[in-house]
């Protein structure tokens, strides 16, 4: 229980801190747009039920209509035809969603490129520098795209085309990161975890076909990664276990040390 008691002794004298990865979840919020015919998934909407009033004299409550692929949520590996015979949220093991976390930073690259796509070239020499990506861990892969979550049209990055430009992964690093990497999931800040060009890509949508495929696992909309150093933090994913959900709005949280 030692390893217990540092924490909680970390925690308390502020050693240890615990860091959001969260974006708030609200009717702004926005939410990942794909062209017709195809379905998208609605944002949240709020119905009030009673707020100190005759619905409820002394409590407050709501229902909330909401897509399970909205804000910062958690892809189950049956959201992908690749994975339609794997876990659903709650059939996800617990001990997965609690792990050691690798961020690599490739921001000033975005900022340059907003369609930047990670190479395992890129992890490769992270890993020169840092170690070996954790087993049974996360990728946190940092573009420092947060910065716009508040501003639908540039979070979304969408040319007069339709075309949406946002960072992602190659499709040779998603193969990667899916077959040879040690990793359990992978988070991002974007609105998905595909760049926002992959609907072009070989095969569409790489991450998702490939990550999910392997039973592995995504968190999109991160924020706050800025705040974590490359390594010795542990990642905290928390979706609601739905049955037969595919996904699942969630909280994110990073315990690290100063």
């Known amino acids: 229980m030692s ?30 747009q794909l062209p017709e015919p195809l379905a998208n998934t609605p944002g949240l909407r709020i119905e009030e039920l009673s707020r100190y009033d ?13 897509g399970e692929h909205a804000g910062t949520h958690f ?28 961020v690599i930073d490739m921001s000033r690259e975005v900022e340059e490129d907003p369609d930047f796509l990670l190479e395992v070239e890129h992890v490769r020499r992270w890993e020169e520098e840092h170690g070996s990506l954790p087993e ?41 990161l899916a077959q040879e990497a040690p990793i359990v999931g992978l988070g991002v800040e974007t609105v998905g975890t595909d760049a926002g060009a992959a609907a072009d890509f070989d095969p569409p949508f790489p991450v998702h076909s490939f990550l999910l495929g392997a039973e592995k696992y995504g968190v999109t909309q991160l924020q706050n990664l800025d705040r974590l150093p490359p390594t010795g933090s542990i990642v905290m994913v928390a979706p ?9 709005p969630c909280r994110v949280l990073a315990l690290t040390t100063h």
């Open 75 to 102: 892809d189950a590996p049956v959201h992908w035809v690749t994975g339609e015979d794997g876990p659903d949220v709650s059939e996800v093991p617990a001990e997965d969603l609690v792990g050691p976390a690798a």
């Open 3 to 32: 390893t217990l008691a540092d924490l909680a002794a970390g925690m308390s004298d502020g050693s240890v801190e615990v860091v959001d990865l969260t974006a708030p979840l609200s009717e702004e919020t926005p939410v990942i």
């Open 240 to 248: 609601l276990p739905v049955e037969d959900g595919s996904g699942s």
């Open 54 to 66: 005759d619905r409820g004299p002394a409590w407050y409550w709501n229902v909330l209509h909401v």
């Open 136 to 176: 049974g861990g996360w990728l946190l892969y940092r573009t420092g795209w947060d910065a716009r979550s508040e501003d639908e049209e540039a979070f979304l990055n969408v040319d007069g085309d339709g075309v949406s430009h946002t960072p992602g992964i190659s499709v040779e690093c998603a193969r990667w």
